[in-house]
């Protein structure tokens, strides 16, 4: 089991994952790829120019409660989103 200042420093330090210089054919690929190697706790920061609702169904039905996504900004052209890792029993 993690301690609370262990989860903070990750999570404090997200691992960064710039969507806009990967080409598009290869996102979605990238992307459930850098989810797969993340291990419980960890953070991805996902950096995107649009809000990617279809990649977000697909995340959710894919991992579904083992990620957990949530806005850092909404704003067009710019989307930050963090994937954090849950522990599931």
Do not use: W
Not at 51 to 70: C, E, K, N, S, T
Not at 76 to 83: A, K, L, R, S, Y
Request: glycine share 8%.
């Amino acid at each position: 089991m993690h301690n609370q200042s262990v989860i903070l420093s990750v999570i404090s330090h997200p691992y960064v994952f710039d969507a806009r210089g990967v080409a598009r054919r290869f996102r979605h690929a990238a992307i459930f790829g850098a989810l797969d190697a993340l291990e419980p706790g960890e953070v991805m920061r996902f950096v995107n120019d649009h809000d990617p609702l279809p990649l977000l169904a697909q995340i959710g039905h894919h991992f579904g409660a083992r990620i957990g996504i949530g806005y850092v900004a909404r704003e067009p052209g710019n989307i930050v989103i963090d994937f954090a890792v849950k522990a599931v029993d």
